[in-house]
């Protein structure tokens, strides 16, 4: 039996990657997977966009946990195989609070006692205060616990710290799935299996510069590091076991920044786990990563569990028989994804209201299905006090249906066909003259009015227009859509040139260079319409006009970094700010260990130059020099200097 953990980044997002968008439908991406158990984190949906075969992917029963508020943010799923690992029991969340409609009864749970944060030290805020519940802990869609009698296992997406607001409820949610996994271990005698992505290095070794003295140094002085170490083997309970087969192997990353392109050098940290107790490990077989599958800033990992053991005392115990599994087909517990109104049948469905009627409807027989499950609330557990924080019945915007809807067309208005007496015909018009170039019409713009100033009531009138309208930011077709790393942030503040000036300066450039361009070709007609060429088009050779032209439509080019003498790759700020939608330019080699973020980021003894170095500049000064350089350049022309 195979157990799989992966951070997907969006169950939206994984079918747009090779191989999985070679498949039609979940079930084909889960079959591909290979695995009798699979957790996803980070699933970003909700139950009202869940689409049908993602709710019930063929063979496999699902179970979700979705954000209270918040819709396509976090979220986690659980997917067994019905022929080979159907769980016994399952709840939503680590606390006990998020129970569904009706609430589980105590023969449904799978402990008789949960955490209570009157009973733990918990991590203050900035402010000094910690939670008295554990409501907003568990209300992002971040857990699920399911028992499969061997074990129980709890698929966890554990918080970032994305600001240092953050970092108390990423550590009180650590505190609570650490109590809830010692109160299984020590007051119910259970093994445990907790996986997902814990978004904590466990070692120097899990970090991609884990290896440079700055790092060592104050590794653990992180307060989240710090609690991982202390409840990892052999300082706690849980053993890291894909570790365990691996002990000094490195580079072994499972996730990386996409917005750097860090995957192309490994340059990631390993951020998911698969901790188990103990008493499992004679069942393990063999534990690692699949770095190679695409569709996620995260690779899956995985366990393989042995079907059968032999006990220090000679008797063979098989694996079917622990996890409770018997010949017939087993029932999955209530919060399966199949018992939902919206796919057991018990809601009315879009499709509904524009079939056919019919007296002899089939009617669902809901009496070999336990009680449907509704969206959870949050109810308070048997040993847990207080009023419960009810969420709402129904999704808010339920887009599934348990029948297929019907596309249909509204037929289009009947239209009286055109009678010959009103149907108008354009007027021929006289073929063009191709003997003769085209007069020079008084009146008719040259092309140095495209390079002209704009008067003053265009300009007011363009400036109230686009108070109207939406400002629309075009990039290069080579050009990738990424936000700056992380250390230019800074540096992408206030200080950037102005847009406005720039503009001016290279059109006030453009247009001396186009007001030169179009007198040498517009020159005056006789009466017989024949073009009299002017002195100035005359002394000026065609392939010098067609290289000043060349000059005006030419692509700037990309600067060259100064470490490595090589071309800069073109970037766009993409952060909410004043420059957003500003360019840049940044060395084009990938990061890796030891890339120069800069001086107040990266120690210099600690550099490597093969890797992305830190030059920086933003494209209108690169605009600007180029400027500068034609300019010097066409001077250099005129005056014939070589």
């Not at 949610?173 to 814990?198: A, F, N, P, T, W």
């Not at 063999?286 to 990992?301: F, M, N, R, W, Y």
């Not at 040993?383 to 297929?404: F, H, Y």
């Amino acid at each position: 039996m195979r157990i799989l953990s992966w951070n997907i980044n969006g169950i939206r997002t994984l079918p747009k990657y090779h191989p999985w968008n070679s498949f039609k439908t979940c079930e084909g991406i889960l079959d591909e997977l290979k695995a009798d158990i699979i957790c996803f984190q980070e699933m970003k949906s909700s139950r009202a966009t869940l689409p049908r075969d993602v709710a019930l992917p063929g063979h496999f029963h699902s179970f979700f946990s979705f954000p209270v508020n918040k819709g396509g943010y976090s979220g986690v799923a659980v997917y067994t195989d019905s022929h080979t690992a159907v769980p016994i029991k399952a709840e939503e969340g680590i606390s006990g609070r998020l129970q569904p409609q009706p609430p589980l009864s105590a023969e449904e749970r799978i402990s008789p006692t949960y955490p209570r944060p009157d009973e733990m030290t918990l991590y203050a805020d900035e402010e000094g205060e910690v939670p008295s519940t554990f409501d907003a802990l568990d209300a992002e869609g971040r857990g699920l616990v399911l028992d499969f009698g061997l074990f129980v296992l709890i698929n966890v997406y554990c918080p970032n710290e994305t600001s240092d607001a953050r970092l108390s409820f990423k550590m009180n949610y650590h505190l609570m799935l650490q109590e809830r996994v010692r109160r299984l271990i020590e007051e119910e005698h259970r093994e445990v299996i907790v996986l997902g992505d814990i978004n904590i290095c466990s070692t120097p070794l899990d970090h991609c510069d884990g290896h440079l003295p700055s790092h060592q140094a104050t590794f653990y002085d992180h307060p989240a590091r710090a609690w991982f170490q202390k409840w990892l083997s052999p300082n706690g309970p849980m053993i890291d076991v894909v570790r365990s087969f691996w002990p000094d192997r490195k580079g072994m990353y499972t996730c990386w920044n996409m917005k750097l392109q860090a995957r192309e050098t490994n340059y990631g940290t390993r951020v998911d786990y698969i901790l188990v107790t103990k008493g499992l490990l004679p069942w393990i077989q063999h534990g690692d990563i699949l770095p190679s599958l695409k569709g996620s800033d995260h690779c899956p990992i995985y366990i393989d569990l042995r079907d059968e053991i032999t006990l220090g005392s000679g008797e063979t115990v098989r694996l079917r028989d622990v996890m409770k599994k018997t010949d017939g087909a087993r029932d999955p517990p209530r919060i399966a994804a199949k018992y939902w109104d919206e796919f057991s049948g018990k809601q009315t469905v879009l499709s509904s209201f524009f079939g056919k009627r019919s007296e002899s409807r089939a009617k669902v027989d809901h009496s070999k299905s336990p009680t449907a499950s509704s969206p959870t609330t949050h109810t308070p557990p048997p040993n847990i006090q207080g009023e419960a924080v009810v969420r709402s019945s129904q999704p808010k915007d339920s887009e599934s249906s348990s029948e297929t809807v019907k596309k249909f067309k509204p037929s289009a208005p009947s239209r009286p066909l055109p009678t010959t007496a009103t149907v108008k015909r354009k007027a021929a018009e006289p073929p063009a003259s191709t003997s003769k170039k085209r007069k020079h019409i008084k009146g008719q713009a040259s092309i140095a009015n495209f390079f002209s100033k704009p008067s003053t009531s265009s300009s007011s009138a363009a400036s109230s227009k686009t108070q109207k309208t939406q400002e629309v930011i075009e990039i290069e077709d080579d050009a990738p859509t990424s936000t700056p790393p992380s250390t230019l942030i800074s540096a992408l503040g206030d200080d950037a040139p102005s847009s406005s000036q720039t503009a001016q300066d290279q059109l006030d450039a453009d247009y001396r260079l186009a007001c030169e361009l179009a007198k040498a070709d517009a020159a005056p007609l006789t009466a017989d319409d024949e073009p009299t060429p002017s002195p100035s088009s005359s002394s000026q050779p065609q392939a010098q006009k067609k290289a000043a032209w060349s000059e005006v439509f030419a692509p700037v080019q990309p600067p060259n970094c100064l470490v490595h003498g090589e071309p800069t790759k073109l970037w766009t700020v993409n952060k909410q700010g004043p420059n957003k939608g500003k360019k840049f330019y940044l060395c084009s080699r990938p990061v890796g260990p030891g890339y120069d973020k800069g001086k107040g980021e990266r120690l210099r003894d600690e550099v490597d130059h093969q890797y992305r170095c830190n030059y920086f500049k933003w494209a209108s000064e690169v605009r600007k020099e180029a400027q500068r350089e034609r300019e010097r350049e066409r001077t250099r022309t005129k005056s014939g200097e070589p």
